[in-house]
């Protein structure tokens, strides 16, 4: 990069050149968005009973995840041109509005609403960190820093899935939600001041006139496959999903760089494989709770337990990979993770579907956890070394497009299925086993692509970075 980064890169602590506030203030942006992300869950068997909404349940997640579309993009862009203090302060307002509605949401309907707003917000924040974390910091203080990203989860799977199914209980599921809005409000306010020091962009990027028109074109294709696997008559429901996915992929190739949807080596296929692994881990932990208090008919502290357990071994897993990183290749972290969350979720199936002894659903989960930690950061680390300087707002936007894809699409397409083979308002076992296989499969075709991962920064030109409109 220059005489300026190769100096920068011998720093050793994130008090040397003062990175330390930096440090802080992404941290504690992602804590408050996990606080919310792994009380949902916990809490929506509580909810679905309350409002009726089995048939929008895998809304509540896949809304939430669409906007983050959004707010990604938005933040990416703005990032690039603006800096990272407006991104921050406009998506924690989208944030806090949501948490607003839904802790007022007199049905399922105005609660998916209030997780779109959530959703737009929160998809603000994952991009701004990246960028933080690419702009303001050196090379070698990267791995850790993304490790304290990971360990900003801890806090929020204990207090999250155990503190919220407490007050669901204690003073009513609504207050999960408004009691997050003062703490998103003074965390905010802390970390636009920090975050605003750091520089825009290197300006030398074409405009992104394309970044609205194809946005919303990526928005529109997904959630037309999403209503499309819930759609009668079948035939209609076929093409819905069909011209969605049409539409969706010409969008993501709009925003992402060449070769992401083939895996080309090196950045690209990062990218790819980031929404793999999302799509594995999360389309079968949103529904863990469900499942296990259902169809197990065990009780919710302990769906809240199995979901809690795998934060723990996710930063593990995470920490492993930072103090490895230069003697392990990121495409052994990627495979050993991606083989790892296949293998849980088939075990997880298997608890949930028969008579197994359902405690095994904890070190299971653990099992995935793990392989999530180790596999998640090393995905990030390729593409903040191969994005094109002043515009990493494009590229880790790209990534967290991928990642969000893969929950979105992961979450919504199980929650559809699994509402197709209910019976009587109630997932039924062969529902469970049918909606868990995708995310199984797609777990274990990242597995089999994580050898296309490894590149040399070198060998990325700024040409394989699509720049808009081109």
Not at 61 to 87: C, E, H, K, T, W
Request: charged share 15%; hydrophobic share 50%.
């Amino acid at each position: 990069m220059g005489e300026e980064g190769d100096d920068s890169s011998r720093v050793d602590s994130f008090r040397d050149g003062g990175h330390l506030p930096l440090v802080v203030a992404v941290v504690s942006l992602v804590t408050v968005v996990a606080l919310e992300t792994q009380s949902v869950s916990t809490i929506l068997p509580r909810i679905k009973a309350d409002l009726d909404g089995l048939s929008l349940y895998g809304w509540v997640f896949a809304g939430f995840s669409l906007a983050q579309i959004g707010g990604i993009v938005f933040a990416g862009v703005l990032a690039d041109r603006r800096g990272l203090a407006a991104p921050v302060a406009i998506g924690l307002l989208f944030y806090v509005a949501g948490l607003a509605v839904g802790a007022t949401a007199p049905s399922m309907v105005v609660l998916v609403a209030g997780r779109v707003l959530q959703g737009f917000g929160a998809g603000t924040v994952p991009a701004v960190c990246y960028v933080a974390i690419g702009r303001g910091l050196p090379e070698s203080l990267r791995p850790k820093a993304f490790a304290y990203l990971s360990t900003a989860w801890i806090l929020p799977s204990l207090v999250g899935p155990l503190g919220a199914n407490y007050l669901a209980k204690a003073a009513g599921w609504r207050w999960v939600f408004g009691g997050l809005i003062p703490i998103a409000a003074l965390v905010g306010g802390s970390a636009i001041g920090a975050l605003g020091r750091l520089s825009v962009g290197s300006g030398s990027a074409v405009p992104d006139d394309s970044a609205v028109p194809s946005t919303v074109a990526l928005l529109v294709g997904v959630a037309a496959v999403l209503v499309g696997f819930d759609t009668r008559p079948r035939v209609v429901g076929v093409a819905m999903v069909i011209l969605g996915c049409v539409v969706t992929l010409a969008a993501l190739r709009r925003r992402t760089p060449v070769g992401t949807l083939s895996f080309r080596r090196g950045l690209p296929s990062a990218i790819g494989l980031r929404g793999l692994l999302t799509c594995g881990f999360f389309g079968v932990d949103a529904f863990i709770t469900l499942g296990l208090v259902e169809v197990r008919h065990t009780s919710t502290d302990f769906g809240a337990l199995v979901v809690a357990s795998s934060a723990f071994l996710w930063t593990a897993g995470s920490w492993t990979q930072a103090r490895l990183t230069g003697r392990v290749r990121p495409r052994q972290f990627v495979r050993v993770g991606l083989g790892l969350v296949a293998i849980a979720g088939l075990l997880m199936t298997w608890i949930i579907t028969s008579s197994a002894p359902v405690g095994l659903a904890v070190p299971v989960w653990l099992l995935a956890g793990f392989g999530i930690g180790v596999s998640y950061s090393p995905l990030s680390l390729v593409t903040l070394a191969n994005a094109e300087e002043g515009r990493e707002g494009f590229a880790t936007s790209a990534l967290q497009l991928t990642d969000v894809l893969g929950v979105s699409i992961g979450t919504g397409v199980v929650g559809m299925l699994i509402d197709v083979f209910s019976r009587d308002g109630s997932p039924t076992v062969s529902g469970i086993r049918w909606a868990f296989l995708g995310p199984i499969v797609v777990a274990g075709f990242g597995c089999a692509l994580a050898g296309r991962l490894d590149v040399r920064r070198a060998a990325v030109p700024a040409a394989t970075v699509r720049r808009p409109g081109h």
